[in-house]
């Protein structure tokens, strides 16, 4: 299982592989004010490259940042209709946000120069005016006609600034902040996130006095926050979006079973808000695909180049083999020449953020193996390849990790903890130690089952290599789903080394 599962580490802040191939999915919100549902879901980019930073104008009716033939630029989404809002120029425009009180966009411009500013794009204008001359704005929202609450990059930082268009004037309040920046509704605040500590906080600004008041702390790692009409904050990480209500904690709102809506970043609510665009990373299993085909078409430069030029190739748990495509594509060219026929087939899959886990059947010269292979992806590419190879002799770990699942589910700690042996260790992926010590395994997960009654966990998907478990969980707790994959090592009927992603 899950280590702590939803209740201790759910939350731990995670490191996400850059979104370079991102979508933009549209949805209609029903919510009777208990439970939330997400349908009619479309996706309105549906191109190759970087769509993201949407926002609403009116129901069905969007701009967001969009790949353009290689460029990014302001889009504009029209009841199922696509176009380039402005003649394009000669840089890629970014945050594009609907002027306050005209019908003009603003959008923050980087030029083939390098110059980084904000912009507005007028209809049937040539001209694009800069709006803050001096300042290299990077997320920003306008809290009326003319103030811009913003992050501005000072000295390699972002800092919390005011800008006046209208007199021209800035005030940097030297906040470290993040990129989330909306107006509160039916109030003159904006909120932001506060990086100032570790721990980072969402806090409103009165632009006009600049008083700064805290309003919840923040999920660790969460980058984006966006508010209901009600007042009810909502955040997202991995495939779940959270709400805050007033005077409540922070619980799951919606939780997305599509392999595309499985690494969220960005996110907006429609103003009435009857709609929600979801920005999503394009499944990192589409990514693995693409070195599939060179692989059983022995070819080689495309294969490699399916790989980040620093990829990692290791053995489950610790034995790296090599590192750097260069010396993959040596190892592989040995094995093309060593092997006059070779294929790899999927039998089983399973995805948790950027990592896919294949269950493959491997041939070559006629022989065929089992394997399971952990694919790490990074922009766009695979980061590091792990293989757990097939032992037929082991004997079968299914029985083992079933009882302990059931020992889970109906809390009994001393059943759970006897099927661990003595040197029972369990890991963060790859291989960074989580609890290393029986005793304190036993407490804290006896804590656990005294503090959440109701915690079970169902088995989504599973995939069996030798002596070894692998398990795509979904969790439940309090109202809430969490997902979870946990790697069991099962040595003599009790499981000895347990991997968490």
Known sequence: MKLLHSYLLCFLATTLAAQTNTEIHLFDIINDGTKASLV????????????????FLAKDILIYAGSQEGQTEIMQYTR??????????????????????????????????????????????EETPMLIKDAVVAYYTWADAQTIVSADIVEDDLHLVIHNIKTGRSNDLGIAVGRSFHKIPNTNLVSFIDKSEDAWVVKSIDPSSLKIEEITALIPGVEDIAWLPDGSLLAAKENTIFI??????????YSFDDEDLKNISRFAIAADGSQIAVVSEVSPGKTVDKHLKPFNERNLNAFADSFTEDVVVRNFFKDTLYTGRDALRDHYEAYFKKTTTSKVAVLNRIIKGNIVIDEEEVTGNGVTNKQATIYEVRNGKIASMSFIRDNRDATDPEPTVDKQLKNYNEGDIEGFMDLYTDSIALYRYPTVPQLTERSVISKTYGDMFTQLPDLKAIINNRIVIGNITIDHEKLFANGNTWYGVAINEVLNGKINRVTFL
Request: glycine residues 12%; without cysteine; aromatic residues 12%.
């Open 40 to 55: 009619n879901g479309k996706n309105i980019s549906n191109s190759e490259g970087y769509d993201n930073q949407p926002q």
């Open 80 to 125: 199922g209709t696509t176009r380039v809002f402005n003649k394009t120029t000669s840089g890629g425009e970014y945050s594009p946000q609907f002027i306050v009180g005209k019908r003009g966009i603003s959008a923050v411009r980087l030029d083939t120069t390098g110059l980084q500013r904000l912009y507005a794009y007028l209809p049937r204008k």
């Open 244 to 253: 805050k209500r007033k005077n409540a904690q922070w619980t799951s709102f």
